[in-house]
Antibody, heavy 120, light 108 residues
């Protein structure tokens, strides 16, 4: 059974940093692209970033480019999102999701999400 | 970037109704479109991929159609558990994934 479990969310002041993690199980992690998708309170879904199975290729939404860094550790079946220079508008539930081919496939499985709150 | 526009934003309906949600892309995305269902406090769940392929385990009352720039999600006979928010999403471009703004299906 595919499982994706996010962690690392919390409360942070504007300008601060946070590192999210997504622990994967139930599939061969290195075979799959992965994405982060976020959802601000009461709003719709917004794709944030994606990474290929090998980790060689990374992609970012314009809204986070230069501030967020996606990475993965295939030896530990873990996906990360390093978030720097956080802004109030980054407040959202962050989901990790599995994608067979990065950016060219549907998001088959999603984690339960982790809440990030950016506020002074 | 490819923009996705869903209509309507809110859809009042009753159990047993046949409902259709439309999603339009700002340029052709062939059939690279998925539909998701999201209930409050829960993660989105994949319903349809490649515009019309039903995800395993999803009831057959859900169906998708379309290609190019116009797509539809149809629920043939609404059940109580179908009241939720539905999103379309394109995966045609390496510029990134984009979602529609969502359609909230509510009880009339």
């Amino acid at each position: 059974e595919v499982q994706l479990v996010e962690s690392g969310g919390g409360f942070v002041q504007p300008g601060g940093s946070l590192r999210l993690s997504c622990a994967a199980s139930g599939f061969t992690f290195s075979d799959y692209g992965m994405s982060w998708v976020r959802q601000a309170p009461g709003k719709g879904l917004e794709w944030v970033s994606a990474i290929s199975g090998s980790g060689d290729n990374t992609y970012y939404a314009d809204s986070v480019k230069g501030r967020f860094t996606i990475s993965r550790d295939n030896s530990k079946n873990t996906l990360h999102l390093q978030m720097n220079s956080l802004r109030a508008e980054d407040t959202a539930v962050y989901y990790c999701a599995q994608q067979w081919v990065v950016l060219k496939y549907q998001l088959d499985y999603w984690g339960q999400g982790t809440l990030v709150t950016v506020s002074s | 970037d490819i923009q996705m526009t869903q209509s309507p934003s809110t859809l009042p309906a009753s159990v047993g109704d046949r409902v259709t949600i439309t999603c339009r892309a700002s340029r052709s995305i062939s059939r690279w479109l998925a539909w998701y269902q999201q209930k409050p406090g829960r993660a989105p769940k994949l319903l349809i991929y490649d515009a019309s392929s039903l995800e395993s385990g999803v009831p057959s009352r859900f169906s998708g159609s379309g290609s190019g720039t116009e797509f539809t999600l149809t629920i043939s006979s609404l059940q109580a558990e179908d009241f939720a928010t539905y999103y379309c999403q394109q995966y045609e471009s390496y510029s990134g994934l984009t979602f529609g703004q969502g359609t909230r299906l509510e009880i009339k």
